[in-house]
């Protein structure tokens, strides 16, 4: 396979013949994007849509890709106040700015002061709320350097909100050579999704944009409905299958969905739990949004892993099955499936898998969950307590909530002494769902 003669514009001839070029003259196309990072989600994702759009409206709209030292670090640390190196130096060197916040801020000087167009700044983070998140981050920064560009900024620069979905696994080596065996080149930059894919688009641009419907992207008035549909019903589940599924031994989230009980199991939770409390966007049918998951979680190709969506639970859970948990409670609705994942969660942090092996927890708050598995409790309801007492996690709503307690505990007792697969099995209603 070292043979395979590298990817490049005069090679392009070269590919297998059902490979798709370029549609556009790559010549004639002037630069009208830049974005912060080339990673593999940008390739897979925005480039495609870009692509598309090109194709079919054309435009000077080809894609410059910034590589930043560490892209997206500062866009992370926005809830925690941007305390953070890069933010410190580039505040003391404006004009040699290492940071992605420093970056955009003294671009949008430069544009300012030469008078040029303002443009639109459209972050892909896959954050609620992210471009009002980003624009917050921006104008704070740019108050520190001059009132007057915070004023420029906050009247002419916008901010779309996004939501963006698609699942782009690491690629191995293995990929790379598998792929330039179907296409016949090597493709170094080769990224490895799914079929689906969707971006949804706060339509707030203050100056043209590519056409970007061309390859089905939504814009819409508010993001936020879809925002909340996603993080319920792609991601929560997500991260059942992940906390399941890996102490039932299954290492790809794939694998576990070909297990009929696991299957059932994830479609019970979206269906009875999840559904009925997410938002239902009309250009998001429910129904046909599960079917697509389901479809999607079983994906083989994709070889997900299940103790990387397992990271960071301490982070995830609010969002992905936290904010569910808090909906149905209000209303009185179930939350048994919701109460089986967070005591998943619970059991993965422990620290220890159902063989006795050490599990290498992932998450900031690691030490405090190290800290509880220390303690050796034999009662699951104390267990679940300790862990419902991280108020970062849960707040203090949830832990007075008696019926969520007892929900939890018990699930937590169940896999402590029958395993998550036996208890995924009994949970399960056996009604031909699998």
Known sequence: MNSVERLCARNLGKLHPDVRRPAFDRNETGLGVVHL????????????????????????????????????????????????????????????????????????????????????????????????????????????????????????????????????????????????????????????????????????????????????????????????????????????IAYLGYLAGFDYVHEAMRDAMFKAFVRQMMTDDIAPVAPEPREMDHAVYIAELLQRFGNPALRHRTRQIAMDGSQKLPQRILSTVRAQLEWGGPIASLGLVVAAWMRYALGRDERGRAIEVSDPLAPKFAAIAAERLDNPAEIADRFLAIREVFGSDLPAQARFRSTVAESLRQLLEKGAADTVRQFVRLDGQA
């Open 37 to 240: 990072g080339a990673g593999a989600f940008m390739r897979s994702h925005i480039a495609e849509y870009e692509d598309d759009a090109l194709a079919t409206e054309g435009g000077d709209w080809a894609i410059a890709g910034v590589s930043l030292r560490h892209p997206g670090v500062c866009d992370r640390l926005v809830p925690q106040e941007l305390d953070h190196a890069d933010v410190r130096y580039d505040l003391e060197h404006p004009d040699e700015p290492r940071g992605t916040i420093g970056y955009l801020v003294a671009a949008l000087g430069a544009r300012r002061n030469s008078s040029s167009r303002p443009p639109t700044i459209v972050s892909c983070d896959n954050l609620p709320s992210n471009g009002a998140r980003l624009r917050s981050a921006v104008l704070r920064f740019a108050r520190e350097q001059t009132p007057a560009l915070e004023s420029w900024i906050a009247e002419n620069v916008a901010f779309p909100t996004t939501m963006v979905d698609r699942i782009v696994p690491a690629t191995t080596e293995f990929d790379i050579v598998q792929n330039a065996s179907a296409v016949g080149l090597r493709d170094e930059a080769y990224v490895k999704t799914e079929p689906f894919r969707q971006w949804v688009i706060e339509d707030v641009f203050c100056n043209e944009r590519p056409a970007w419907e061309a390859g089905g992207a939504l814009f819409v008035s508010n993001v936020a409905p879809f925002e909340s549909a996603k993080l319920q019903l792609l991601n929560g589940p997500h991260s059942a």
